[in-house]
């Protein structure tokens, strides 16, 4: 069946527009979290959705960062006024309610802010 | 707060080398541990989990062992191959918590 998707794969940004980073769960997943990649901070946890339950957002690095989920699948990041330190990539993944200890993850948004 | 650590890279083996990979966690309370594998070109995918103390997880020939004794969780394998080439990242997901808190990732390479 179809994986969890990103889009767009590449993204080249100008510092200070803002950017949407969208992710499409596996169907059925109810849970759904954003993780950022980056060469000086490793994998780190950005926000946790579970169902229609309020998000977990104690890893947003500031509030430029906001995500929302609607309808309980398809999920968009947005980063506003984006700086050079922005500059990562953002993963996605999903997993069942039940097994949420297995997260089936994207192949991620390169996120460039020049 | 909760944390992971592991061996740094890059490690280089060959072909049929034992590979271990050293991973030691911070964490309150029982935290799941998981190793997570990212090959050239593709997504992290789940490599292998344990969830409790003394469990050892294991997949495609590689075994790691929950130790609350020594707050490790370690992967092994006994006969590497060139296709094991990747970075591998351990992981824990803090009790209570459904987030993963990951290490730095260790790149490997294994030569023919």
């Known amino acids: 069946g179809a994986g969890v998707s990103q889009s767009p794969s590449n993204k080249v940004t100008e510092k200070g527009k803002d950017v949407e980073l969208r992710c499409d769960p596996i169907?059925?997943?109810?849970?759904l979290y954003w993780y950022r990649q980056s060469l000086g901070q490793g994998l780190e946890f950005l926000i946790y959705?579970?169902?229609?339950?309020?998000?977990?957002k104690s890893g947003l690095p500031s509030d430029r960062f906001s995500a929302e989920r609607t309808g309980g699948s398809v999920s968009t990041l947005t980063i506003q006024r984006t700086q050079q330190e922005d500059s990562a990539v953002y993963l996605c993944?999903?997993?069942?309610?039940?097994?949420?200890?297995?997260?089936?993850f994207g192949p991620g948004t390169r996120l460039t802010v020049t | 707060g909760d944390s992971v650590t592991q061996m740094e890279g890059p490690v280089t083996l060959s072909e049929e080398a034992f590979l271990t990979i050293n991973c030691t966690y911070t964490?309150?309370?029982?935290?799941?541990l998981f190793w997570y594998v990212q090959y050239p070109g593709e997504g992290l995918q789940l490599l292998l989990k344990?969830?409790?103390?003394?469990d050892k997880g294991s997949n495609k020939g590689f075994e790691a062992t929950y130790r609350k004794e020594t707050t490790s969780f370690h992967l092994e394998k006994g006969s590497v191959q060139v296709s094991d080439s990747a970075v591998y990242f351990c992981?824990?997901?803090?009790?209570?918590?459904?987030?993963?808190?990951f290490g730095q990732g260790t790149r490997l390479t294994i030569n023919p």
């Open positions: 964490a309150t309370g029982y935290p799941s």
């Open positions: 959705f579970q169902g229609n339950s309020a998000p977990d």
């Open positions: 169907s059925g997943h109810t849970a």
């Open positions: 993944a999903s997993s069942l309610e039940k097994s949420s200890y297995e997260q089936y």
């Open positions: 344990a969830t409790k103390a003394d």
């Open positions: 992981a824990l997901s803090p009790s209570g918590a459904q987030k993963l808190v």
